[in-house]
C-alpha cells in the first residue's frame, strides 16, 4: 500500500486515481497525526509526502513530519514533492532521509517510475555470492575480479540493474567505470534498447544543448541541418554521463531540469518533448566534496546519486592483478597468435607489488606492450619493468618543484615516505614501487631516520 500525505485535496485525489489506475493500492491522509498512525499500523510500502504540505509552515512542518517516519520506519521508501521554488527544501529532505523528490506540477511518467524503482529496490535484499554464483544470475563476462568488494560490487549492480534507479559510478581513472555501466544496461531490460555514452568533459558549455539535447537548422548561425539529440538517440534506453564531475555549472542547470522531468526543448524549436531514459553516471572526481566548495549542485548529486558505487583502486586489489593479467594474455595469445605466451611467476609477484596509478587501464597497456617488444613466450620481470619505465602514467600526474626549491636529498626522503605511508609500512612493497631493492630501501631507512616496522616487512 502506498501512503499520500498532502493536505491538499486536489492532489490527494489526483496522486490517488493515477496510482490506483496503475494497480496500486492506496491510503490518504491530510495531516501528520493520521499518517502517523497509519505508518504505525498499516506499514505503507511507500510513502509520497508533500513537504510544503500546509502553506503557513514554509515545510519545516514536512520536515518534522519526515524525521518521525523515519524515527517509526528507518527503511520506507519516501517520495517528496516540492514547489520548484523550494529545491533548497528538497534537498533538506533528501538529507532528512527521504529516497527521492518530485517537483509540482509533476509528470505522471516521472512519478510513476519514481514509485516503482523505489518499490523495486526495496524487494533486493543482499546477501554475498560468490562469482560462480553471481555468472550464473547475471551477464558480467567482460569484467575479471574476485575481490570481495568487487563481488559486492557486481552483487548490487546486478540486482539494481533491473530497476531503472540512477547509478552513480566513482572511482580512480582506469578502474573500470564505463565497463560497469555497459553491466548496469546489458543486465536491464533496457539491454535491446541504445547504450549511448557522452564524455561531459569533452563537450564546451556552448555546444552543450545542442548535443544534448539536439537542433532544427537555422538554430544559429552554423545550425546548417537538424541534430539530434543524445538524450533523443538514447531514448527507452541507458544514457552514460561521463566525467559528470566536470560540468560547468550552466550545464548543470539544464541538466538537472531534464532529469527532474524529463522533458527538454530541442534548440530553436518550441516543442517539448519527453525522454524515458535510465541515467548512469560516472566521475573520478569527490562529488561530495565539490557540493561542499558549490561547484556541484547538490540538487543534481541526489538525481543521479540513487545507487552509488565506489570502485575500488587496483592497489586496493592486488589479488585481481594475477586474474587481469591472464585474461589480457588469454586475448592477447589469440589476437598475436603466439599460443604459449605466460608470465613467469616471479614477474606475477612483481607485478602485484605496483602501485599502477593508471589502474586496470595502465596494466593492460604495460601486458601488452611487453608482449609486442618481448619475443619470449614466458615474460620475465624484466620484459614488464623496461615497458613500465615508459609508462606514460607514471609520470603522467606528477610536478616537480621549481629548480632551487629542494634538494635531490630532500626529495628523495619525501618520496620516501610517500611509498611507505601509502604501502603502510609494507618494506617489501614500498621497496618494489621506488624501484629498489628491500635492502637497498633498509639503507636509506636507516640513514634519513626514517621510523619503520622491521615486523611490517
Ligand atoms: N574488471 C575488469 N576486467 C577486465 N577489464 C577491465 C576491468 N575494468 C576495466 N577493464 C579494462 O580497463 C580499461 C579501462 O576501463 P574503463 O574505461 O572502464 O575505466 P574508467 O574507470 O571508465 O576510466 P576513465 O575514468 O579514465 O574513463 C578498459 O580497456 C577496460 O576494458
Redo the contacts with the bound molecule.
Sequence with gaps: MILIIDDDIAVRVSLQLLLNSNKYDVTVAEGPEMALRVISQDKPDLIILDLNFTIETSGEEGLFLLSKIRQINPTVPVILITGWGSIELAVSGMKAGANDFINKPWNNEHLLQSVKTLLDLQEYTSESHTRKELDKIYHFQ????EDAR?LNILDTIGRVAATDASVL?M???????????EAVHQNSVRRNKPFIKVNLGGISTSLFESEMFGHVRGAFTDARFDRTGRFETAHKGTIFL??IGDLDAGSQVKLLRVLQDRTYEVLGSSRTKTVDVRIVC???KDLNEMVSRNSFREDLLYRINLITIH?PALRERPK?ISL?VN??INNLKEIYNRPSLTVSPTAMKWLQQLPLPG???Q??NLVERSILVSKKDILETDDFRSQLELSPAKMGSVQFPGVGMITLEEMEIEMIKRAMDHHKNKIARAAASLGLTRSALYRRLEKYQIPYDEAED
Design positions: 567482460h569484467i575479471i575480479g568487487m559510478i572511482g580512480e581513472s582506469g578502474t573500470g567505470k564505463e565497463l560497469i555501466a561521463d566525467e560516472a566521475t573520478n570502485l585481481d587481469l585474461f589480457f589502474n586496470i587501464r596494466l593492460k
